[in-house]
């Protein structure tokens, strides 16, 4: 297993966001990574980019707490509420940023040149320069550390529920 996988997943441990090393047989939207029941599941021999793990871990670390034993396969598909989704899509990027970082791996591991619709370059860059979308979220969350500021977490599971 890549040296950046296995990081990950010793950060994934250390967090406690559910996972698994398994084998996935059905189409996954990213190759090699399905979300099942709230388990973030990670196929190594299919898996293509390792920051991928990242991103589809922080949709489980910053959606709502009672909904994440639910989280199943294409989250957009899922039935929840779609503003909901688009404000937590970018916090789940912010957060991986805030994970890469504190993993100690570049950005582009999470903005690889496969992924965010060609715009991996502009995120690098903007998410080098500070704060950026998403960021709001995660400290309405109490997830952000007040003193430090992003990308530094004061936790990494979001708590707070808005309704």
């Known amino acids: 297993m890549h040296a950046s996988v296995l990081a990950i997943l010793d950060f994934l441990e250390h967090i406690g966001i ?3 090393v398994c084998s996935i047989e059905q189409k996954t939207f990213l190759p090699g990574l399905r979300l099942k ?9 299919k898996l293509l ?4 793990i990242l991103h589809e871990a922080g949709h489980l670390a910053v959606c709502e707490p009672t909904e994440r034993h639910m989280m199943s396969d294409d989250v957009y598909k899922s039935g929840r509420n779609q503003n909901w989704m688009q404000g ?12 890469s970082r504190f993993i100690g791996l ?6 690889h040149p496969h992924g965010y619709k060609g ?10 320069e500070g704060e950026a979308f998403g960021t709001p979220l995660l400290k309405a969350w109490d997830m ?13 599971l979001r708590e707070l529920s808005w309704y």
């Open 106 to 111: 570049p950005l582009d591991v999470v903005f």
């Open 88 to 99: 937590e899509e970018m916090a789940a990027i912010a957060w991986s940023v805030a994970a």
């Open 119 to 128: 715009a991996s370059d502009h995120f690098i860059k903007i998410f080098s």
């Open 49 to 52: 980019y390792p920051g991928d």
């Open 18 to 20: 559910p996972h698994e």
């Open 144 to 156: 952000v550390d007040p003193d430090l500021g992003f990308p530094f977490m004061k936790c990494w």
């Open 37 to 45: 029941r709230g388990v973030l599941q990670i196929d190594a021999e």
